[in-house]
């Protein structure tokens, strides 16, 4: 057989010629046999990065991803879902959504990443609770989502290899926000996890990676075609990340968070979004003969306290602590919490996530620069945009593990924030956009 040409696939690639399928399979299998080099690697998704490729040259390359892999294999087991989120602030939501869709009839098999950049990620929040673990097999991954119909664990090494390696090099050269990477990179282990509907949530603003309307719109779109194109049933919503989700960002705030919302509590824009995603598994599942069943039933789940029950059974099954879903003050907490007040009257009109979530992690709330997470440290939002302040309201709570840390905090998040006029136009609009 002979070698495959890289450097016409990269030249191709940078001059925007159309790919085909059997070329983008061979990048991937080259590129695992060795014969692709790391230098020509990064070239050709530098090329990717610059140039954009067809839709269809996107999912045979998840395909060919996938197949570099195990597969899970969950095709006896009725009704499972998954959910994915592209990462943002304060995004607690498969906390609350997957326990809700477990308990209102969907098997809801999920593997999660960690935190990547300013984002955080679900797998580090679950692992805030006391012994729960997140690193399974794939036969336990599959045996605790056939006994317990809930399970959240950390990405398995087998399955999509080469998105990690991928993955790295494009850390390495920038190419980290290049849609069909993005999707690739995603897909490929969406399919490799085995459930036969996927439910995306694609987030918009300045806290995410895809910063316009029309880039979510690209990427929601994007994977959906390569979802459908492997068999699977898939739907997309696309929300906004301006400011952060709810009102807690830190890791065991978050899961707090997502405890009172399945309590029937919790903050209004994490509790609907979250009831729309686990519809949406519900529905795509086949656990529910329509859009407004599938509502129903979750709703529910949420009232019963079915869904808090689950979430608990599965921290319980995975060594965690479960006291904690019971009483959240078990989870770790910082040893300093002090307030930042308003300096003055007027409405929050700005609330910026991104600099919020810089806050959370130069107190210590993400690996960057650091060998662990500290899983008390965060903030939470007393006030947000669109709510009035007076002069010395608590406006957010700061929790640090050192107290040195908290005027640089005070004053970061005083930069993040801006109150004006009280009859500015209320910006608070929750807006969720879905494509099926």
């Known amino acids: 057989m002979a070698q495959f040409d890289v450097i016409e ?30 230098a020509q690697a990064s070239a050709w998704m530098m090329a990717v990065c610059l140039q954009g490729i067809s839709d269809d040259a996107a999912s045979a390359l998840t395909a060919a991803m996938v197949e570099s892999g195990k597969l899970v294999d969950l095709s006896e087991l009725d009704h499972t879902a998954d959910k994915h989120s592209t990462g943002g602030v304060g995004d607690k939501v498969s906390l609350a959504a997957c326990p809700l869709a477990a308990a209102a009839g969907s098997i809801v098999a999920k593997m999660s990443g960690r ?23 794939a036969k336990d991954f599959r045996a605790q989502a056939q006994r317990v119909g809930l399970v959240i664990a950390a990405q398995s090494h087998d399955l999509s290899p080469v998105d990690k390696r991928l993955y790295a090099l ?4 920038a190419t980290v926000d290049s849609p069909p990477l993005i999707a690739a990179s995603v897909m490929s282990k969406k399919l490799a996890a085995g459930a036969s509907a996927i439910v995306l949530d694609v987030k918009c603003g300045r806290g995410a990676f895809m910063q316009s309307p029309e880039e979510a719109d690209h990427l929601a779109r994007l994977m959906c075609h390569i979802g459908e194109s492997q068999g699977r049933a898939m739907a997309a919503a696309i929300t906004p990340m301006d400011q952060p989700l709810g009102r807690a960002v830190g890791h065991a705030l978050e899961v707090t968070e997502a405890v009172e919302v399945l309590r029937g509590e919790g903050p209004p824009d994490v509790a609907e979004l979250a009831l729309q995603i686990a519809t949406s598994m519900v529905l795509l599942s086949g656990a529910a003969p329509s859009l407004d069943d599938a509502r129903a039933r979750v709703e529910k789940a949420r009232s019963s306290g079915s869904a808090l029950d689950k979430l608990a059974e599965m921290v319980r099954a ?7 879903i019971d009483d959240p003050a078990r989870l770790p907490s910082a040893r300093s919490i002090d307030v930042l007040r308003s300096p003055t009257s007027g409405r929050i009109t700005w609330l910026d996530a991104l600099r919020i979530a810089e806050v959370v992690e130069s107190l210590g709330g993400s690996r960057r620069g650091r060998k662990a997470i500290d899983h008390s440290v965060g903030v939470r939002l007393l006030r947000k945009q669109g709510e009035d302040v007076s002069p010395g309201d608590p406006i957010v709570e700061i929790h640090a593990s050192d107290p040195s840390s908290l005027d640089d905090a005070k004053t ?17 609009q929750f807006e969720i956009r879905w494509i099926t």
């Open 412 to 428: 970061r998040i005083g930069r993040a924030m801006r109150v004006g006029d009280p009859a500015a136009p209320d910006p608070t």
């Open 170 to 173: 494009r850390h390495d050269t």
């Open 9 to 38: 696939l990269i030249e191709d690639t940078k001059q925007g010629n159309a790919l085909d399928a059997e070329r983008v399979t061979g990048f991937v299998t080259a590129f695992m046999a060795g014969e692709v080099t790391e």
């Open 318 to 324: 995975q060594g965690g602590d479960r006291r904690v």
């Open 115 to 137: 935190g990547l950049g300013h984002t955080g990620g679900t797998v580090d929040k679950l692992e805030s609770i006391p012994g729960f673990r997140t690193d399974l097999s």
